[in-house]
C-alpha cells in the first residue's frame, strides 16, 4: 500500500508509555520496563483508526458540532499579507459505526464572513486592490461523505492524508495535510489546487477513557486558496490565505453570543440538514 493514501497502517509514532498504552494497546508496565518513551510502528491499524475517529469525530453514532473561526488574508506574492475578513465556519457532522471498524460521517459546512477579528458579519466587500465594492457570498458545503476503515479512508474529491500521531505533555496531536490538484469543474478554467491542513489535540487523560466516544479538541486550520470569484480579483495574480482555530461544541447554543442569529439569517440551512439534500459548494453561490 502506498503511505500517501493509507498513512494511518504504517506510522512511525513517538509516544510515551501511557499515550502509547491508551492508543495502542500496550500496558503501561511493559513500556515503562523499555526506558520510557519509545518509537513504536503502529502495527495495528485498527487502534490507529479508533484514536483517529475519536478526535476528529465519534466512534458512536452522533452528531458532532464544531465551530471554528478563521482569519483571511491577501497573499499578492509581493509583501506582506493584508488582512481581510474573519469566516465564522460551523459544521455538522452526522457519524455512525458500520461494524468491523468502519465508521461513516456525512459532512456539512456553512460560513458567513465578517469584518477582520470581528463578530460583526459583513454585507458588501472592498476589494483592496481597487476600492470597488462587491456583495458578500456565504459559505455553504455539503453532504459530503466520508468513510474511515482500517486500510484507508474515503473522502469525496480529495485526501486528509493524516501524520504520525504524537504525544506531547499531557495531550495527543494529529495532523493532517492535503496538498493535491483536480481539473476544473465543468473542464473549464485553471485546475483546482488544494492547500490545507489541519491538527486536532485533546487531552491524554480523554484519549485512555473508554468512556469517552468523541474526544473534546483543539483545532487548528491553515489553507491557500485561489482568489474566490465574489470577490472581483479577476486575473490578480496571489491568492487568500487563512488561519483557523476552533473546537467541539456541546450544541449550537454553546456558539458565542449572536453567533446562531447570524447563521440563521445567512446559512438557515446548515441549521436544517435534513432538508440538505443536494450537494453544494462555495463555487454554486
Known sequence: MNDQNHGVTRRNVLLGGAGFAALAGLSTATLTKAGGPVTVDFADPVEALRAHVKLVGS???EKVVSFLRLNIYA???AGNYLPLFTLNNLLIDFWEPQGNDEYQMTKYEAGYYTEIDSYK???????PFTNERHGVQRFRLGPVPRRYTPERFYVMAYNPNPLPLEVIG??????TQSIESFPPRGGVGDPLYINSFMSYSAALAD????????????????????????MGMGDRPGGTVARGYGTKVRGLDALPEGV??????YTPEILDTESWKEFVSEEDG
Not at 483545532?219 to 486558496?225: E, I, M, S, T, V
Not at 446562531?260 to 439569517?265: A, G, N, Q
Request: aromatic share 10%.
Open 207 to 230: 484519549m485512555q477513557n473508554p468512556a469517552i466516544a468523541s474526544a473534546p479538541v483543539h483545532a487548528q486550520l491553515q489553507n491557500k486558496n485561489k482568489w474566490a470569484s465574489w
Open 75 to 77: 497573499d499578492s506574492g
Open 170 to 175: 499531557d495531550r495527543v496531536f494529529l495532523a
Open 59 to 61: 466512534l458512536q453514532t
Open 260 to 265: 446562531l442569529d447570524s447563521f440563521r439569517k
Open 121 to 127: 458579519p459583513m454585507e458588501s466587500f472592498v476589494n
